[in-house]
């Protein structure tokens, strides 16, 4: 993701190479002096590229289970941290960097199969420290990827850095960092694209096609749903004076309610009765 100060220099890191020309795994190191270089020219593909850091909202099942009430009563999107913003198809390679403590535990990737999905809707990868060559399983559809780490800071050194690379951007308003007629325009142009026979991605994106899929994210919140319905309601909710920054706003003010008529508060003595970290 980034360079350690002692190498991010291009000298530090010739020198380096010249240091592993004879080792046995030359092959290997010099394929992470390579990407060193690229990280340092800015050469990394962007276009394919997306950089997250994890969030340490802990595990959803022990959290729950310190609460008065259990928060599965009113949430489904109880396991996931992250949205990254891109979708694999079944069998597809993606590349995975994580920069984490070694000491501590280590964040997975969700792929969360959109539309009709085969047995359980989610599978599962676990992640390590360093480079992570990925397939996606094959006895799976169309996949949304989301990084999801269960775990809070005070069981983490510090909260991992992953940088994807890989598998297909689709439209993703964050509330708070996208503009929402930016992403308006992301969407209308997206859905020019889409197919709508989830069976021709079988066997990959069909050319010049991309997936059905649209999210909307806010701190607490993850919409997931297909790129033309979310089209449609943004056109309506402008037609009304309204944009995706006004629906996010009520989803966190909805969130918010379900917090306090379950009777969560910040200030409560005991943890039991405190704001309970899931996202709707």
């Known amino acids: 993701n980034e360079l350690n100060p002692k190498f991010k220099s291009e000298e530090a890191l010739i020198a380096l190479e010249k240091e592993v020309e004879n080792h046995p795994l030359r092959d290997s190191l010099m394929e992470n002096i390579d990407l060193a270089k690229k990280v340092l020219k800015g050469e990394t593909n962007k276009a394919s590229t997306r950089t997250l850091v994890a969030e340490q909202r802990g595990n959803y099942a022990t959290e729950g289970a310190k609460r008065s009430i259990n928060g599965a009563a009113y949430t489904s999107f109880a396991p996931f941290g992250r949205s990254v913003g891109k979708y694999v198809t079944a069998g597809e390679e993606i590349v995975v960097y994580v920069d984490a403590d070694p000491n501590s535990p280590m964040p997975k990737l969700c792929f969360g199969q959109v539309g009709k999905g085969k047995n359980d809707w989610r599978r599962w990868v676990n992640l390590h420290q360093g480079k992570n060559v990925i397939k996606a399983p094959t006895d799976m559809n169309s996949a949304a990827v989301y990084l999801v780490n269960d775990y809070k800071p005070e069981e983490q050194a510090y909260a991992p850095k992953v940088r994807f690379e890989g598998g297909t951007d689709y ?44 999210e909307l994210v ?22 009304q004076g309204y944009d995706v920054a006004d629906t996010m706003d009520s989803w966190e003010e909805m969130y918010d309610l379900f917090q306090s008529f379950m009777g969560f508060d910040e200030n409560a003595k005991e943890e039991r009765h405190t704001p309970f970290p899931n996202k709707f």
């Open 171 to 214: 439209p993703v308003y964050r509330h708070g960092e996208t503009n929402p007629e930016d992403f308006n325009k992301q969407l209308k142009e997206y859905v020019s694209k889409v197919e709508y026979n989830d069976k021709a991605f079988e066997n990959g994106n069909p050319k010049g096609k991309v997936f059905n899929i649209a």
């Open 218 to 239: 806010s701190e607490n919140c993850v919409i997931t749903t297909s790129a033309r319905g979310a089209l449609e309601g943004v056109e309506w909710a402008g037609q």
